[in-house]
């Protein structure tokens, strides 16, 4: 599985936008992107997922350029609730459901 | 429809006693699978069940096991406990294997 690296922590203020990059050099053809968010003392919850190009839902969006050697999650606007560790795993979507997770990157959102 | 869920939310036990862990996926999700969180190691894979067998296992001692029933419930058990095995017990279920898992809200074990 590739190995992803992602800030330590970030700071941000309440409506700014957030934007956390990954880097996945050695992302693989059959990789898969995918961002969860874990808030202290829960399960991660599931962000968005995607291959290439740029993914949008309803919580955050994720741009991932031609080469796929990194990623960044956007999220729009952000309030004191965004405060959580956020997670960029790579891998097959046939990884047997044997997740890989990093450090994390752990983001405040001040008031 | 209701998430995963996960009994009890917190345990203490004692160096040497067993533990069971209970895990009921979001109905009709048939894999399970299992993490263990520690501020030092992160979050770890231990392992997964899919139709009432293991179908991958983390690099975690033989103490730790698990099963699934037939309704994809599954409950873990860590046998003679030792002080590291203090964490947050992490279940995750998703339809069928190499889907979204989606993760319950985790048994914290505390182990004296």
Same mark, same amino acid.
């Given at each position: %599985? ?22 996945? $050099? $050695? ?11 874990q808030?202290?003392?829960q ?18 969006? %994720? ?11 956007? %999220?729009?606007? =952000?309030?004191?609730?965004?405060t959580?560790?956020?997670y ?7 990884a047997? $459901?044997? %997740? ?6 752990? =983001?405040?959102?001040?008031? | ?9 917190? +345990? ?10 209970? *895990? ?18 992160? +979050?770890?894979?231990?392992f ?7 179908r ?9 096991s ?24 992490? *279940? ?9 898992q989606y ?5 914290? +074990?505390?182990?004296?």
């Amino acid at each position: %599985l590739a190995k992803t690296t992602q800030p330590i922590s970030m700071d941000s203020y309440e409506g700014q936008e957030v934007n956390i990059t990954c880097s996945h $050099n $050695n992302i693989a053809t059959n990789d898969y992107i995918t961002w969860y968010q874990q808030f202290p003392s829960q399960g991660p919850r599931f962000i968005i997922q995607g291959y290439k190009t740029k993914v949008t839902n309803e919580v955050a969006s %994720l741009f991932i350029p031609a080469d796929r050697k990194s990623s960044t999650l956007s %999220l729009p606007r =952000v309030s004191l609730s965004d405060t959580a560790v956020y997670y960029c795993l790579v891998g097959p979507q046939a990884a047997g $459901n044997k %997740l890989t997770f990093g450090g994390g990157t752990r =983001v405040l959102v001040k008031p | 429809k209701a998430g995963v869920t996960q009994t009890p939310r917190y +345990l203490i036990k004692t160096r040497g006693q067993q533990v069971t862990l209970s *895990c009921s996926p979001i109905s009709g999700h048939r894999s399970v699978s299992w993490y263990q969180q520690t501020p030092g190691q992160g +979050l770890q894979f231990l392992f997964e069940y899919f139709s009432e067998t293991q179908r991958n296992k983390g690099n975690f001692p033989g103490r730790f096991s698990g099963r699934q029933f037939s309704n994809s419930r599954s409950e873990m058990n860590v046998s003679t406990l030792e002080l590291g095995d203090s964490a947050l017990y992490l *279940c995750a279920s998703s339809l069928f294997r190499d889907e979204t898992q989606y993760f319950g809200p985790g048994t914290r +074990l505390l182990v004296l």
